[in-house]
């Protein structure tokens, strides 16, 4: 089955820093999501980008379908953004999204 | 707006007993729904995904069990607990195959 790869397993930040995350998968992909699991566990939804880039506020994702990676970018990181980046993507043939093991982020004050 | 609903949030409970975590979504219909489990060290497993009622499909055989009885409503269950069954689940439901998926608040399950 399809394997994805996130990269750094573990990030600390000085407040204010700038980041980039990356996730690398192994097969042709027609979507892919990325998700913040906070302090709390709650997963939630980032970016949906299947190919190109979005913005939302201080985070930006790209997706290079072609080369099988995408990109998150966090801009002048604020603690609150601590918590574990995870990307998934469809597993072939099922329903199911098959998960990175994540980024850890730390921003510390 | 779709929300999605898990309780409870926390469960301990002793190897042998029952399981029962249940999951309802409001604001939409006949949506996908997914169980995962997420253990230590991160990586979160699909346990289950139901495409409509009724209709379960299982991704890893194990001690669970997954049941669909109304459109927007998705249990969990397990006869006897295994230690090995501790760790955070969390139920997903997405409007199809292949569009975003949105996650519940989760329970953490710990098994003594």
């Known amino acids: 089955g399809i394997q994805v790869e996130q990269s750094p397993p573990d990030l600390i930040l000085q407040e204010g820093a700038n980041s980039t995350l990356r996730c690398n998968f192994s097969?042709?992909?027609?979507?892919l999501q990325w998700f913040h699991q906070n302090p709390w566990g709650q997963l939630i939804n980032l970016f949906y980008?299947?190919?190109g880039t979005k913005q939302n506020g201080r985070l930006s994702a790209t997706t290079v379908a072609t080369e099988r990676y995408s990109l998150l970018y966090i801009s002048s990181s604020q603690t609150t953004d601590s918590g574990v980046y995870f990307c998934?993507?469809?597993?072939?043939?099922?329903?199911?999204?098959?998960f990175g093991k994540g980024t850890k982020l730390t921003v510390n004050p | 707006s779709q929300t999605i609903h898990q309780w409870p949030a926390t469960l301990v409970q002793p190897v042998g007993s029952p399981l029962s975590l249940e999951c309802t979504v409001e604001?939409?219909?006949?949506?996908?729904l997914y169980w995962y489990r997420q253990a230590a060290g991160r990586g979160l497993q699909l346990l289950f995904y139901?495409?409509?009622?009724?209709?379960i499909s299982s991704e890893v055989p194990q001690n669970l069990s997954a049941s669909r009885p109304q459109d927007r409503q998705f249990i969990l269950s397990s006869k006897k607990l295994l230690l090995s069954d501790s760790g955070f689940y969390l139920c997903?439901?997405?409007?199809?195959?292949?569009?975003?998926?949105?996650f519940g608040p989760g329970t953490r399950l710990t098994v003594t």
């Open positions: 604001g939409t219909s006949n949506p996908n």
């Open positions: 997903a439901w997405s409007v199809q195959s292949g569009t975003p998926a949105y």
């Open positions: 139901s495409v409509g009622i009724g209709q």
């Open positions: 998934a993507v469809p597993g072939s043939g099922s329903e199911k999204l098959v």
């Open positions: 980008i299947p190919s």
């Open positions: 097969d042709s992909v027609n979507n």
